[in-house]
């Protein structure tokens, strides 16, 4: 049991530090153009913050919403490498899968993954998604209420803070020399396109460039 108490604290210390990082895309997100309700469904919805923060760095840039949704998809798929291979770990019946792949994120993920019992794989990824989910959304509305009353994101620098926001979600994930690697070749392939390309398509350029490396270096990794 004090196993089991060891793990929920540091789930839920990862849930309230992540969490609370919700108020930023909430103002950002209505400083940006979206409505309280726009930005509140979003959060929802897709519940993965990097995405969420493209989406609405595109939006503020003047890029299309189809473009922006793209983005957030394409870099939503690492969630997707996720949830195979956290399937068999977590054993869950068939009827829960639907809940559970919405909470497949990186922070539930890596609380997960390294347990050594299904138990414990399932109380570290359900405290910390749980924990996550709620106070995003949460910290979302309040945010997002703020934002609202903010007026022109440029008069207060959040367009620049927007980037700076999906900078800080990303960087933790570079693990490796090689994903810091892929990262920058990534962004000098998207800033290279800046001149050719309406905007918002630059970093869906770079992103269909590192999501290729990824998948052959995964591959290359399971051979």
Not at 95 to 120: F, K, P, Q
Request: proline fraction near 3%.
């Amino acid at each position: 049991m004090s196993n089991d108490r060891s793990i929920i604290v540091d789930s839920l210390g990862v849930g309230v530090a992540t969490g609370a990082y919700g108020i930023s895309f909430g103002a950002l997100a209505t400083a940006s153009g979206l409505t309280i309700w726009q930005a509140c469904v979003l959060s929802l919805l897709t519940f993965t913050g990097a995405s969420q923060f493209a989406f609405i760095g595109i939006i503020a840039s003047g890029g299309a919403p189809m473009t922006g949704a793209f983005t957030g998809i394409l870099l939503g798929t690492r969630n997707l490498f996720y949830g195979l291979t956290l399937a068999p770990r977590l054993a869950l019946r068939r009827r829960h899968r639907v809940g559970a792949g919405h909470l497949v994120i990186d922070e539930s993920t890596a609380m997960a993954i390294t347990r050594s019992t299904t138990r414990h794989t399932r109380l570290g990824f359900f405290v910390t998604g749980v924990s996550i989910f709620i106070l995003w959304n949460v910290m979302t509305l309040i945010g997002a209420v703020a934002g609202a009353t903010l007026g022109d994101p440029r008069a207060w620098g959040l367009d620049a803070a927007v980037g700076a926001a999906f900078l800080a979600l990303l960087w933790p994930r570079l693990t490796s020399a090689f994903l810091r690697l892929v990262a920058l070749l990534a962004a000098a392939i998207a800033i290279g396109a800046v001149p050719a390309v309406p905007s918002g398509m630059p970093i869906i350029v770079g992103g269909l460039i590192a999501v290729s490396l990824g998948v052959v270096w995964q591959r290359r990794m399971q051979t």
